[in-house]
Each structure stands twice: as structure tokens, then as C-alpha cells.
């Protein structure tokens, strides 16, 4: 143990960036303080041929005196009547094979709008069930969801760019923005990931399930 201490010491955490990367992030935060991250980011990239991470920048940028940005729970706070959340669990049947369950839900009220299983989700898949989720006029302004790559790869759009495919549909043909959460950070969409937790515990570890039909009728009648 005292080996592989003195081993990894002064390593903890992600290494610093090269001091000419810092100052091109404060100089152009400074000049442009309308920029955000991302922004500042993709001209880096594009202009500089230097790489890094947005969080990675946002902690170099030089604020200016702006306004503080609310914070995620603030959002949420404000914005819960018209946030849905979409996430999947999976489930194995009695012949060692796999289902996905698809929840979305309200988060204001923490109603369950609407369930689906498949056994191999796609993405058009996905936009079926989001059109069925809001088929009447039950039209959130965001969709809460993670980064799993059922939602496919990134992809530029004429209003902006999107993390996923699904997020520039959402846009494009709901009206809908699509928020993925940050990656490695589950509690930025706590509410259904602790709905997850339940029907996991009080209804899926206690069936062996026969089908995905025998799945389906399980989790909607746990639902209702």
C-alpha cells in the first residue's frame, strides 16, 4: 500500500492543461464574454487545432462579471411542469435473453406518462414512443435523458448542434430540447433513476419473466 502511494503521488485528479492553452481560454473569454464553453471550444478546435473538453475550459474562462448561471436544481425547481424524463432499465428473460424498458416521466406530479418494452431498441423506436407519450397535446419543453447511444451519434443541425440525433429530431419535429444529462452523473436526472430503483425492487426481481409481452403487461399494471 505505501509502494503504490508513493507511486501515484501528485497524480491525483486529470492533468493540467499546458499554460499557452490557459491563456488562450482567459484571452478569448475576456474578448467574447457572450461566449459560452461550448463555443469557445469549437473555435479552439477549429482555429487553433487545440483540443479539450468544455468543462475543461469552463474552468480556465474568465467570468467578466456576468451573471451567475442558475444552477441545475434551480432549473429544475422552475422548470418542473414542463419536464419530462425518458430512461431505460434492462431486463433478462427466463431463456437467459434481454428486454429494455422504456419510462418516461412527468417530473412535477412524478406520474408515469408512458411505458414500452422491445427487445432491441432502435432510435426510431424511441421517437415512436415519444410520439405516443405526447399524442394528446401533452407536450413537454424538455426531455430529460442520459447518454446511451440507442439516441444516436452527433450530428450538426441547421438550428445548432446537438449532443444526439434524437435531441435535433426532438427540435426539429416536437419542439422539444433534448437535455442529456452530464456523463458519470446519474443524480442530474435523480427522479427517475429513484422510479427506476423501485419497480426494479418491488416488481422485476420478483418475476421470472416468460416474454417481453409477460414483461410489458407486469410494468404497466405495477404502473397503474
Known amino acids: 500500500r505505501r509502494y503504490w502511494r508513493r507511486r501515484s503521488r501528485g497524480k491525483v485528479g486529470r492533468p493540467r492543461i499546458p499554460r499557452k492553452h490557459i491563456a488562450f481560454i482567459k484571452r478569448i473569454s475576456a474578448d ?3 461566449w459560452g464553453e461550448d463555443r469557445i ?3 479552439l478546435k477549429l482555429k487553433l487545432g487545440v483540443v479539450h473538453s468544455p468543462s475543461t475550459v469552463r474552468r480556465y474562462m474568465v467570468q467578466c462579471g456576468r451573471s ?19 430512461d431505460f432499465t434492462t431486463q433478462p428473460l427466463w431463456n437467459y435473453g434481454a428486454c429494455y424498458v422504456l419510462v418516461i416521466l412527468a ?7 408512458h411505458v414500452a418494452v422491445t ?10 414512443q415519444v410520439r405516443e407519450a405526447t399524442a394528446w397535446d401533452e407536450v413537454p419543453r424538455f426531455l430529460i435523458h442520459d447518454n446511451d447511444g440507442i439516441f444516436g451519434q452527433f450530428r450538426k443541425h441547421n438550428r445548432g448542434s446537438y449532443r444526439y440525433a434524437l435531441d435535433a429530431w426532438l427540435a426539429s419535429a416536437m419542439g422539444i430540447r433534448g437535455i442529456p444529462i452530464p456523463y458519470g452523473a446519474p443524480n442530474a436526472s435523480a427522479h427517475i433513476e429513484r422510479f427506476m430503483g ?12 416468460l416474454s417481453g409481452a409477460h414483461l410489458e403487461r407486469t410494468v404497466k399494471e405495477f404502473v397503474r
Open 119 to 128: 427487445p432491441s431498441p432502435t432510435l426510431n423506436w424511441v421517437k415512436q
Open 107 to 113: 417530473l412535477h406530479n412524478r406520474r408515469v406518462v
Open 32 to 34: 467574447h464574454p457572450e
Open 198 to 209: 423501485t419497480l426494479r425492487r418491488e416488481c422485476l426481481e420478483h418475476f421470472v419473466f
Open 68 to 86: 451567475p448561471k442558475s444552477t441545475w436544481r434551480q432549473f429544475i425547481t422552475g422548470h418542473a411542469e414542463h419536464v419530462f424524463a425518458l
Open 41 to 43: 471550444t469549437l473555435e
